[in-house]
């Protein structure tokens, strides 16, 4: 008997195409992956009816099976955010990605009728022996969620929440996948722009959200999973936390909050893996926090909400895209 110890942990991803919920392609590296924790849910259906003259449960009832989960990660390229927002395009300079929204009439190029890319993720727990590992495959994921953290004096963070179709369990041989060895994306080559083209060099922290509201679709079709993962309204958001000065405090305040100017908003995010531009478009305030505490420094906590998001990429992956 032996333990399963996290040192042997592995999550890796393969692209879908074709047909939702269909695997192909070799595996592929996400990040530096912190967690990964599924969420698998049988939907038990506990029965009772009248005249089986006692008090308990007299039966039971599979009900639908829902998938879900989340995943943190030190990210090393951008191509969870791409599924995030929608569309990843390529430019005619290999290592330059553009990633466009989609929405409910517009397809994506490797499965049609879907307007969000899918893939399935691989769970993996290596004991060393073939047999007694424990690997699950989630098929059909689909990014329901994205957040990524700016903090200071730590690595950029994403946490990804997502919904898959089905899962699969076996104990056979864990293949592995090579690491990307380039240094992950930091705090201190990262920039908030608001607006876009002047710096705000006083943040200690934000982050950006993307939610996609996926709505399970579980339909009478002689099946427990969902056939679809349908994505319904999408919610940005962008929050920042910034140490209260007087060359953007009242502007912040009496413009953007009071006022309700709206305005655009860009992160710069520089790395050795590369460079990332996200671009925030007719962005609103709508919460600032300014309390005044009885000593220390002054915080100013801004609540913005963009109504468009695009992003350009630029590092030396020639293609995020599979096919």
Same mark, same amino acid.
């Given at each position: 008997m032996s333990k399963y110890i996290s040192d042997q942990n592995q999550l890796v991803f393969t692209y879908e195409s074709g047909t939702y919920g269909t695997g192909s392609g070799t595996r592929q590296w996400i990040g530096m992956v912190q967690d990964h924790t599924p969420d698998e849910n049988t939907n038990v259906i506990q029965i009772r009816y009248q005249g089986s003259t006692n008090r308990n449960v007299? /039966?039971?009832?599979?009900? !639908?099976?829902? %998938?879900?989960?989340?995943?943190? %990660?030190? +990210?090393?390229?951008?191509? =969870?955010?791409?599924?995030?927002?929608?569309?990843?395009?390529?430019?005619?300079?290999?290592?330059?990605h553009c990633f466009t929204e989609t929405n409910s009439d517009d397809v994506i190029y490797n499965i049609p009728g879907q307007s969000l890319t899918s893939f399935t993720l691989e769970d993996s727990k290596n004991n060393? @022996?073939?047999? $007694? !590992? =424990?690997?699950? /495959?989630?098929?059909?994921?689909v990014v329901d969620s994205l957040g990524i953290t700016w903090s200071q004096g730590e690595p950029v963070n994403c946490e990804v929440g997502y919904m898959a179709q089905s899962g699969t369990f076996t104990s056979g041989i864990v293949t592995k996948v090579t690491p990307t060895?380039?240094? +992950? %994306?930091?705090? $201190?080559?990262?920039?908030?722009?608001?607006?876009?083209?002047? $710096?705000?060099? !006083? @943040?200690t922290e934000f982050s950006l959200t993307v939610n996609n509201n996926l709505e399970a679709g579980h339909y009478n079709n002689g099946s427990r999973v969902i056939k679809e993962s349908l994505p319904i309204n999408r919610d940005y958001e962008l929050s920042a936390t910034v140490k209260m000065d007087s060359v953007n405090a009242k502007t912040f305040y009496d413009? %953007?909050?009071?006022?309700?100017?709206?305005?655009?908003?860009?992160?710069? $995010?520089?790395?050795?893996?590369?460079?990332? =531009?996200?671009?925030?478009?007719?962005?609103?305030? /709508?919460?600032?926090?300014?309390p005044s505490p009885v000593e220390g420094s002054h915080d100013q906590t801004l609540t913005i909400v963009p109504q468009h998001v695009s992003a350009t990429i630029e590092d030396a992956t020639v293609d995020y895209n599979a096919w």
């Open positions: 007299d /039966t039971f009832e599979d009900g !639908n099976l829902d %998938y879900t989960g989340t995943f943190s %990660y030190y +990210p090393q390229d951008w191509k =969870f955010l791409g599924m995030a927002i929608g569309s990843v395009g390529e430019t005619a300079t290999a290592g330059s060393g @022996t073939a047999g $007694s !590992n =424990f690997i699950r /495959t989630f098929n059909g994921c060895t380039t240094r +992950p %994306y930091m705090y $201190s080559k990262a920039t908030l722009q608001i607006p876009s083209g002047t $710096s705000v060099d !006083n @943040t413009n %953007y909050f009071l006022g309700g100017s709206t305005f655009n908003a860009m992160i710069q $995010s520089i790395g050795v893996p590369g460079s990332a =531009f996200i671009v925030m478009s007719g962005c609103k305030v /709508t919460d600032m926090e300014t």
